[in-house]
């Protein structure tokens, strides 16, 4: 913001809201562009996830062997239905969002997100051994530990976004 001095509380906060306004074309294209960005972070992390360091854990021997037996996992597919939608708020301003769009998509997103326990069947028991993946009869549960992609894409790209939002409304 430029040195004008205002001598009051009101006019200050009116010579802001002037400010910002005159920002609006530039703070909707930095919505989108977070958000566009946000999902390109995320796409490239379930890429990668559990084939290298950067989001762990690492996928298991078992699962080695379940996707050499039957292809790809389901959570390929997260990137086939990652969107961005616009809206505008009560006030007219631009919101772009960040989701999912499909329902199986967003439950393989939260299993990988936040890991699940899953009771083991007598069919997933067939399904498993057919891949020559043999449980233990005592095995109840099978236990899918927690990637944290969705909140590793959003600590990558929110500092690049707060710091270009910080240039918009300083420039």
């Known amino acids: 913001m430029s040195k004008l001095k205002v001598k009051n509380n009101l006019g200050n906060l009116k010579y802001q809201i002037k400010y ?8 909707q294209d930095w919505s989108i562009e977070s958000a566009n960005n946000f999902i390109s972070e995320y796409s490239r992390l379930i890429s990668i996830q559990g084939r290298s360091g950067e989001v762990p854990p690492p996928l298991s021997p078992a699962t080695h062997k379940i996707q050499k037996t039957f292809g790809k996992p389901d959570g390929s597919g997260i990137r086939d239905y990652l969107e961005v939608s616009y809206n505008k708020d009560n006030r007219g301003n631009l919101i772009a969002t960040a989701y999912i769009n499909d329902s199986k998509a967003q439950m393989i997103a939260s299993v990988q997100e936040y890991g699940a326990l899953i009771p083991v069947t007598e069919k997933m028991r067939g399904k498993l051994a057919f891949a020559g993946i043999f449980l233990r009869s005592d095995t109840k549960y099978i236990r899918i530990p927690a990637r944290y992609a969705w909140k590793k894409a959003y600590n990558n790209t929110i500092k690049e976004s707060k710091r270009k939002l910080k240039d918009i ?3």
């Open 20 to 27: 910002i306004k005159s920002k609006e074309k530039e703070l």
């Open 169 to 171: 409304l300083n420039s």
